[in-house]
């Protein structure tokens, strides 16, 4: 079956523009995650959903970013405003559940984004 | 700081030898995960231990785990030069119940590299 899938592969925006990042999980996947890959910070949790809530949005960094997911499925991350330090590659994670035998994660490609 | 700190940070060995990487992490978790990474895009899931177990196989894999260290270690054995890439250890958090359900916390990574 298909993994999981992101878009767009890669995103170069100007400074102060807002962008849209999207995340396809793997079909049935209720548990959808995003992080964030930079050279300074290493791997960063950003956000988890749960269906379509989010009960942990505790790692988004600033009121910039946002993100919904809807059906239970398609997830779109938003980062208005956008800065040179969101730059990064984001990506995204599904998992059947946080139910034991089911915790694997599942990533996708991810999405270079730089800010310029 | 991150919650689990790698060591070593990069490691260079020949084909055929065998790679070892550890992982160090500071709170309780439920699980520990294993992942992999080329060319800085998404991450392939190699391995998941649980709290309650030491040992794990999978093909070349050995992954231990000593909860009362808090550590863990990546055994790749007889390594090949396709396993070039970065490989990072990723921790589930414990909740109340014994459950977790599933925000990795990662390590920095170990760069390995394996010289045909």
């Known amino acids: 079956g298909a993994g999981v899938s992101q878009s767009p592969s890669n995103k170069v925006t100007e400074k102060g523009k807002d962008v849209e990042l999207r995340c396809d999980p793997i079909s049935g996947h209720t548990a959808l995650y995003w992080y964030r890959q930079s050279l300074g910070q290493g791997l960063e949790f950003l956000i988890y959903?749960?269906?379509?809530?989010?009960?942990?949005k505790s790692g988004l960094p600033s009121d910039r970013f946002s993100a919904e997911r809807t059906g239970g499925s398609v997830s779109t991350l938003t980062i208005q405003r956008t800065q040179q330090e969101d730059s990064a590659v984001y990506l995204c994670?599904?998992?059947?559940?946080?139910?034991?035998?089911?915790?694997?994660?599942?990533f996708g490609p991810g999405t270079r984004l730089l800010v310029l | 700081s991150q919650q689990g700190e790698e060591d070593p940070q990069a490691l260079s060995i020949q084909e055929g030898e065998n790679a070892t990487m550890n992982c160090s992490y500071k709170?309780?978790?439920?699980?520990l995960q294993w992942y992999r990474q080329n060319s800085g895009r998404g991450l392939v899931h190699l391995i998941l231990?649980?709290?309650?177990?030491r040992e794990k196989h999978s093909g070349r894999l050995r992954v231990t785990l000593d909860t009362s260290k808090k550590s863990s270690s990546l055994l790749i054995t007889a390594s090949r030069a396709a396993d070039t890439a970065s490989y990072f250890c990723a921790t589930a958090p414990l909740r109340a119940g014994g459950t977790s359900y599933g925000k990795l916390t990662f390590g920095q990574g170990t760069i390995l590299t394996v010289h045909p």
């Open positions: 994670a599904s998992s059947d559940s946080g139910v034991r035998g089911r915790e694997t994660q599942y």
């Open positions: 709170t309780s978790i439920n699980n």
């Open positions: 959903f749960q269906g379509n809530s989010a009960p942990d």
């Open positions: 231990i649980r709290s309650n177990e």
